[in-house]
């Protein structure tokens, strides 16, 4: 699977948008894009992925870039409550493992 | 319903005890997962069952035995564990195990402590 690098830490307003981007440069084709978070001593949960299109649920957007190295996730009205450690992962197709790496730890402020 | 759930949610054990940790879905998944998380670092994949067969074992110490009696049911038997094996322990599961568009759903984890 591919590597993902993210910034260890970002900070957010609340109320404004939260952009979170995500390197992978080594991407492949079969390969498609994770996002999970993980609020302090809770399980990951799951928010949104994708192959090559933009995305959108009632959670947040992905947008991917046209050569698939980066992705960006957008949560559009960022709260308190959005604070977490998100998680970028590429999976490659049927394979069942995921690999987390270290992720951004986003911090909402009022 | 996309719920996983997991007991104990605490445990504290010695060295030599020995202790389950269960996970239990009613979603229909066919795929079960352990993860093990230390403080301040994301989950590492221990185990995948797919179809309650073992499918991924990733070099875990025998210390640590996984167990699927049918497709809701998951447990991890925890024998003769070291301090170092103090962590949070995540189950989750999906819907076969055998595609990247097979989301996994997590449950609220286990803090396991060895004394």
């Known amino acids: 699977d591919a590597k993902t690098t993210q910034p260890p830490s970002m900070d957010c307003a609340e109320g404004r948008a939260a952009n979170l981007p995500c390197n992978h440069s080594t991407i492949s084709g079969n390969e498609y894009v994770y996002w999970y978070r993980q609020i302090h001593s809770q399980g990951p949960q799951y928010i949104i992925h994708g192959l090559k299109n933009n995305e959108t649920n009632e959670m947040a957007s992905l947008i991917i870039t046209e050569d698939r190295k980066s992705s960006t996730l957008i949560l559009p009205h960022a709260t308190l409550r959005d604070t977490a450690v998100y998680y970028c992962i590429v999976r490659v197709d049927a394979n069942n493992d995921m690999r987390f790496g270290a992720g951004t730890r986003l911090t909402v402020k009022p | 319903d996309t719920e996983v759930t997991q007991t104990p949610k605490h445990l504290v054990m010695g060295m030599t005890n020995k202790k389950s940790l269960k996970c239990e879905q009613h979603m229909g998944h066919r795929a079960m997962y352990w993860y093990k998380q230390k403080a301040k670092k994301p989950p590492e994949l221990m185990f995948v069952y797919s179809y309650e067969k073992l499918s991924i074992n990733e070099s875990v110490p025998s210390r640590f035995s996984p167990e699927c009696p049918n497709s809701s049911l998951l447990n991890l038997h925890l024998h003769a564990l070291q301090p170092e094996d103090s962590a949070l322990y995540l189950c989750?599961?999906?819907?076969?195990?055998?595609?990247?568009?097979?989301?996994?759903?997590f449950g609220p984890g286990t803090r396991l402590t060895v004394l």
């Open positions: 989750a599961s999906s819907r076969t195990g055998g595609s990247s568009t097979d989301t996994q759903y």
